[in-house]
């Protein structure tokens, strides 16, 4: 199988690539570093089957030969991410996705998005399932993603219908591991810069709003297994087992060895109070579910971030590849 992986050099895009090569596949990564660097696929650079384009998908999509899936990933996927790239992220999720539908078209390539637990906004409904609307504030500052995600469901689903291509929709719920950013702002990996720095972790609002937590080596193995399949979704990927986000703060500490103390920060706008994804359809038409326990993902996550901080700190100091702005770390954005 030849595959196009669009955002293959971000966090869950660099795994997915590792995943297709180790299962005898053909990939061409197209990525502009937007959100990522060229580090989280620098070891897949001399592969005889990978490839990589440095491209904005926003402008054209054209890859030579035989293409059999497109996994469409870019986009920003973090908070704090998608709040300092607003018109990127409404960008790549309409006029990308639009570019990635087309390949897959003009290929007749099996086509996948990659849509978050966010097209459900704040959701009225515990756990969520997939034929629940939603509850989206269209023009609140997280509507830039939401919507993005949304209009590239619609997009997918009309491309599904009028125009036959075997596209389908997963909805992500929170995923974690190891090449997610110290500086990307999610919890965990700020939780984790915290602790490790010895500061105190900053939980927003009075920290019993929940996420669920999925390993991102099962989340690829979703994410493979719906591109194989033949339901179009969308379809939840995620991990239900459900925890709030003070107890998780606690349990960094522990798994750290830290000393550092947790303060309250507020909670940012429209910050989803309950996350946990039904995922019995993903049980019933992929066979799929989370097998990695979370404390087990949690000490590899620890791992490589704790090497990534101090490949990062010269003269004793923790940096970030990534430039980010001033306003960049916003304490409280958290997913
Ligand atoms: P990430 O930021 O690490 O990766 C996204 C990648 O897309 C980056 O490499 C970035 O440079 C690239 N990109 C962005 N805009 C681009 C453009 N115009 N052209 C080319 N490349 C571009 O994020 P991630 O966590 O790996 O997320 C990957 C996908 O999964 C995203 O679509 C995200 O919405 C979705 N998702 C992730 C989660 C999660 O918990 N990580 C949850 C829900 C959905």
């Known amino acids: 199988m030849r595959a196009v992986v669009t955002g293959g050099a971000g966090f869950i895009g660099s795994h997915l690539c590792e995943r297709l090569l180790a299962e005898g596949g053909d990939v061409v990564c197209v990525d502009n570093f937007l959100t990522s660097g060229l580090h989280n696929i620098e070891q897949l650079m001399q592969h ?21 899936a497109v996994f469409h990933l870019a986009s920003p996927a973090s908070p704090t991410d998608y709040l300092r790239l607003p018109l990127e992220t409404l960008r790549v999720g309409s006029a990308g996705t639009w570019n990635a539908l087309d390949l897959a078209a003009s290929k007749n390539a099996r086509f996948l998005l990659t849509s978050t637990s966010e097209s459900y906004g ?13 509850n989206v504030n269209p023009v609140g500052p ?19 219908r009028s125009r036959g291509v075997d596209a389908k929709v997963v909805r992500i719920f929170n995923t974690f591991g190891p090449r997610m950013r110290p500086d990307d702002g999610r919890a965990i990996p700020t939780f984790v810069r915290q602790a490790l720095e010895g500061d105190p972790l900053t939980v927003t609002g009075d920290g019993a709003q929940t996420r669920s937590l999925c390993y991102v080596d099962d989340l690829v193995s979703g994410l493979v297994q719906m591109m194989a399949g033949e339901h179009g979704g969308p379809v939840n990927l995620g991990n239900p087992h459900e925890v709030s986000m003070l107890d998780l703060a606690r349990w960094i500490i522990e798994l750290t060895g830290s000393s550092s103390d947790i303060q309250l920060v507020p909670r940012p706008q429209d910050d989803p109070e309950k996350r946990r994804p039904d995922i019995t359809l993903a049980r019933e038409k992929l066979g799929w579910e989370p097998k990695t326990p979370v404390e087990l993902g949690l000490r590899e ?35």
């Open 122 to 134: 704040d959701p009225q409904i515990h756990p969520q399932t997939e034929d629940y609307w939603g």
């Open 301 to 335: 996550t620890i791992l490589c971030l704790s090497n990534r901080l101090s490949q990062d700190a010269p003269a004793g100091q923790h940096g970030t590849a990534i430039p980010v702005p001033e306003q960049g770390l916003t304490a409280g954005v958290h997913s």
């Open 48 to 68: 005889p089957r990978f490839r990589f384009s440095y491209r904005d998908v926003c402008q054209s999509l054209d890859v030579d030969g035989q293409v059999d």
């Open 142 to 160: 997280r509507s830039v993603y939401d919507e993005a995600k949304r209009f590239g469901e619609a997009l997918t689903m009309a491309y599904r």
